[in-house]
Every structure is written in C-alpha cells, then in structure tokens.
C-alpha cells in the first residue's frame, strides 16, 4: 500500500523521522530515493536527532559511502550515488549491516535495487516547492503493519 506526507518544511521532516523512530523498529532497512536536494540526508537527520544524534553531525555520504550514527538507536547511512554497480555497492558489506540492529539507510537505492534486504521500506521524496516535500512511503512483505502505524501517527499528530 502506497501511503503520502507533504512536508512543509525542514522541522516537519525531521517530526516526520522523530515519528519514523515511534514506529518502526530498528533493524529495518529504508530505501530513499529523490532527486539531489530532494531531503534525503534531511530525513536521516531527524531520525537522528530522535534518536539522541546531533542531527548537524549527520551528513550525506556521497564522498564517505558510508556513515556510522551511535545512539539510542544506531543508524548505517550509505550513499549509491557514486557508484559504478551492484559489485561495488556489495563491496560496501551491506549484507552484515541487514542483519544488524541498525537502522540501515541506502540514499539513492534506485541504483542498487537488486542489493536490498527482501524486507524494506522505500521512500520516494519529490520536491514540491523551495520549501515542501512530497514523501511516498511503499513497503515489502511483514513491514507494512509498521509503516501503517507510522503514517497513522502522522495524520493524528
């Protein structure tokens, strides 16, 4: 089920990762994609913050590849961006980072779609405006109850 938040601005990306943190459990896998300066990043950075991470110490990892985010709730926020293929994103080890308790971010997932967990959630952000962000969240397999939970926490705040 495919479900949509417009976001009107930086603060209510980062609610909607605070949101994100209540209801899905660490361990999932999310797939973002969206243009460059869609939100990405911006996304990681209030599920950072909610979970206890300076959100201005997260930052895109299209350089690193890779980034590591210790807190209440760990994150792993690769970047396929720059990547040739498959090969090199595997070489990345994202296969050990599935299984960890992690929450595991792959920016630009398009490029790597065939690398992804069976199990994971897809958000497509979309610019709108200077300022707004059109989000669709799609999930595979056992996750959907928990991005159901999610959005109905979205819509009743």
């Known amino acids: 089920m495919e479900h949509t938040y417009l976001s009107q601005g930086l603060l209510d990306t980062h609610n909607l990762g605070k949101l994100f943190v209540e209801s899905i459990p660490a361990g999932t896998t999310i797939a973002l994609v969206g243009t460059l300066g869609a939100g990405k990043t911006a996304f990681v950075q209030g599920v950072g913050h909610a979970c206890g991470i300076a959100a201005n110490t997260i930052t895109s990892p299209t350089f690193v590849l890779c980034n590591e985010y210790v ?87």
Not at 74 to 92: G, K, M, P, T
Not at 145 to 152: G, N, P
Request: net charge negative; hydrophobic share 35%.
């Open 71 to 157: 807190g209440t709730h760990c994150i792993y926020h690769l970047d396929a961006y720059r990547l040739a293929d498959s090969d090199e994103f595997n070489q990345l080890g994202p296969e050990e980072m599935y299984q960890s308790t992690h929450y595991v971010f792959v920016e630009w997932a398009d490029r790597v779609v065939n690398c992804l967990p069976r199990e994971y959630i897809t958000i497509q952000i979309n610019v709108k405006s200077h300022d707004s962000r059109l989000f669709v969240v799609n999930s595979t397999g056992t996750l959907e109850h928990d991005v159901q939970r999610w959005m109905d926490a979205v819509n009743n705040q």
